[in-house]
């Protein structure tokens, strides 16, 4: 849960700069203003950061459901969206390094959250698979 609320964090700062028609300021990097101006900061007309933002926000809404519930499906679809996302976050990182020539501070923030939650999500995937394993064979 950590993980995907400092993801959003990240992403609701660079989207409330997007909105406020603002570049945000580098911290470790200098091209945060070339990334999040670029063609490649949004995707289908909607900006990325908020996209990002909504990533992580349904992180968080799925973890707690699955607390709530204990859904082991719940855990199943944290791990398919936590794919996705690193998928996308692949993407996203590559125009940076690769067609942008420019690497922005908040967006490796986010492409470290991303990966953590990949990685939880083959955690996930797995605890899920041992559940549904042991509810179908009766013993708990």
């Known amino acids: 849960m950590t993980v995907a609320f400092v993801g959003f964090l990240d992403a609701v700062y660079l989207s409330a700069n997007y909105l406020s028609g603002s570049v945000p300021p580098c911290f470790v990097t200098e091209g945060c203003d070339v990334v999040t101006t670029s063609i490649y900061s949004k995707f289908f007309g909607i900006p990325v950061a908020i996209l990002g933002a909504l990533y992580y926000l349904s992180h968080m809404v ?3 459901y699955y607390v709530d519930r204990k859904a082991i499906r719940t855990l199943f679809l944290i ?19 690769m067609l942008i020539k420019e690497l922005c501070s908040y967006c490796i923030v986010s492409a470290i959250t991303s990966t953590l939650l990949f990685i939880l999500g083959i955690y996930f995937w797995k605890k899920a698979r041992d559940l549904h ?7 708990h």
């Open 62 to 64: 799925l973890m707690i």
């Open 79 to 97: 791990a398919i969206w936590a794919t996705a996302g690193f998928i996308f976050s692949l993407w996203l990182l590559f125009a940076q390094l």
């Open 133 to 139: 394993a042991e509810n179908q064979s009766g013993t």
